[in-house]
């Protein structure tokens, strides 16, 4: 926990962190029910609370708030806003942990990330990082010009979520209307998961025939949008939300088999006695 207060000075703006908490002239930024430790690769959304005040005169709409993590409990640059990856750095956006909030003069709104917050996956175990709400000053700040704040808190990351992995498929390819078994480790329970064949602009759940650890059995339906002969990507996901819990894997759609074609009758030559 951080035990001195650490002033930085952005944008003209004086902030100070203290226990999770921001101060500015714009907002007050608070991190409620911080989680202590987490995993690498695990969900934060229902762990924690944002709480923000508008101290200022004027209505802000549209405050952007960013959920990242650090190494550090400085704030980040204002006007520069946060980048999401799959893989940590500096300043990671956690995935789907960018946010919008309106607050009248002395307006105060407290809510839950309603994202996955995911701590990306490749993390270092076992080392101490920030988990930060920066909140970014929207439309209707005097001047146009944007400034921000945060609240950090500490965060240990004590190990690495299991997470499902596909290795390969036992057919070469999914005929529409057949069956594809995949293969791979750490698939668990099907309970709240659901497997997904998608391509550009499609974006279709399979139905699950039997669901193991090592392999789980799918259909491949005799949909229009799908194509013969076309590759795909199959993931397995959440069914409640879109956070892929697994790596993609290529997966073809065999091409359509064509019919022998029926051979041709020829009539017998006629004998050349029956013109005499």
């Not at 550090?72 to 806003?81: E, H, L």
């Not at 970014?136 to 004590?158: F, L, M, N, Q």
């Amino acid at each position: 926990m951080i035990t001195k207060m650490l002033p930085v000075v952005i944008a003209s703006v004086v902030v100070f962190c203290l226990h999770g908490t921001a101060f500015a002239q714009e907002f007050t930024v608070r991190i409620l029910g911080c989680p202590r430790t987490a995993k690498a690769g695990q969900e934060l959304s229902g762990t924690f609370m944002v709480q923000v005040k508008n101290n200022g005169k004027t209505a802000v709409k549209n405050a952007r708030i960013d959920i990242v993590l650090k190494k550090d409990a400085i704030c980040p640059s204002a006007g520069r806003p946060a980048v999401y990856a799959p893989d940590y750095f500096d300043g990671v956006l956690l995935r789907e942990g960018r946010h919008f909030v309106s607050l009248e003069p002395g307006e105060t709104v407290t809510f839950k990330p309603y994202g996955g917050s995911t701590i990306p996956l490749d993390t270092p175990v076992g080392r101490t990082y920030f988990l930060c709400a920066v909140i970014s000053s929207g439309e209707g700040e005097p001047g146009g010009k944007e400034s921000s704040t945060c609240a950090c808190c500490p965060i240990k990351i004590v190990g690495t979520e299991v997470r499902p992995v596909i290795s390969g498929f036992t057919e070469p390819c999914g005929n529409k209307g057949g069956t594809v078994t995949i293969q791979g480790r750490d698939f668990g329970s099907g309970a709240g998961k659901t497997v997904v064949l998608v391509a550009a602009g499609m974006n279709i759940d399979l139905p699950v025939i039997s669901w193991g650890d090592g392999a789980i059995v799918v259909r491949i339906p005799d949909d229009a949008r799908i194509q013969d002969g076309r590759p795909y990507q199959l993931g397995i996901r959440k069914s409640d939300q879109a956070e892929l819990l697994s790596n993609w894997k290529a997966v073809s759609i065999c091409s359509a088999r064509k019919m022998p074609e029926a051979p041709v009758s020829v009539p017998p030559p006629v004998p050349p006695f029956l013109f005499q």
